[in-house]
C-alpha cells in the first residue's frame, strides 16, 4: 500500500485550535489541537467501507475487532459495511470476533506485546479475516497479530487500520487499508487512550505534556 492510499497528514500539520470544536471540559488543557475531527473521521471510514464491500464481493468475511482502541473504529466501520449491504445488490457476509493486544505503557511501547484470547482463533481457520486495528505505529504488534492468525489457516487476512503513524521506529509494515497516515505524534480519542484516559473523547487530538503527567500510571 502507499501513502496516495490514505489521507496523509505531513509533519508540520498544526491541526485544529481545541476552541474551534466542541472538546469535554476535563480534557481542555491536556490536549495540543484537535488532529483530525470527528466528521472527517467519519467520512474516510465510510470510503473505507466501500473498498472492502467492493474487494470482498459476496464473499464472506469475518471482522476481528482489535481490542480496546479499536472498538469505535470497529463499530463504525461494520456500521457502514452493513449500511451498504442493504443498498447494494452485491453484499458481504459478516461474522465478528475480538482480540485484546497490549503493547503500552504510559506513551511508551513495551517490548513485551501482550495477547488477550487468543485461544479463540481456531475459528477462523478457512475464513476471509478483516483484522480492524486503531493504529499501526512500529509495525510490532501488528505482524506478531498475523504471524498467530497465520498458525490457524485463514483463507485470507487483510487490515485495516485508521491510522498508521510515520515513525522511525516503523519496521515498513503498511495495512491493507488504511485511512490517515500521521506524524509521530502520541495521538488519544476516538478509543484511543493514554492509560484508559481520553476514550469518550470524538475527534483524534495530540495529547500535551501536562496531559501525560496529568494521567501518567
Known sequence: MTSAQCIVLPDNDEGYPLDMFCVPKHYEKDLENILIPSGL?????????????HDFNQQGLVALCVLKGGYKFFTDLLDKVKLLNRNLEDSVPLAVDFIRLKSYVDDKQSSEIEVIGGDNLDNLKGK?????????DSGHTITKLLSLLQKVQPKTVKVASLLVKRTTRSIGYRPDYAGFEIPDLFVVGYALDYNEYFRDLNHICVINEHGKVKYST
Open 41 to 53: 473521521i467519519n467520512d474516510r471510514i465510510e470510503r473505507m467501507a466501500r473498498d472492502i464491500v
Open 128 to 136: 476471509n479475516v478483516l483484522v480492524v486495528e486503531d493504529i499501526v
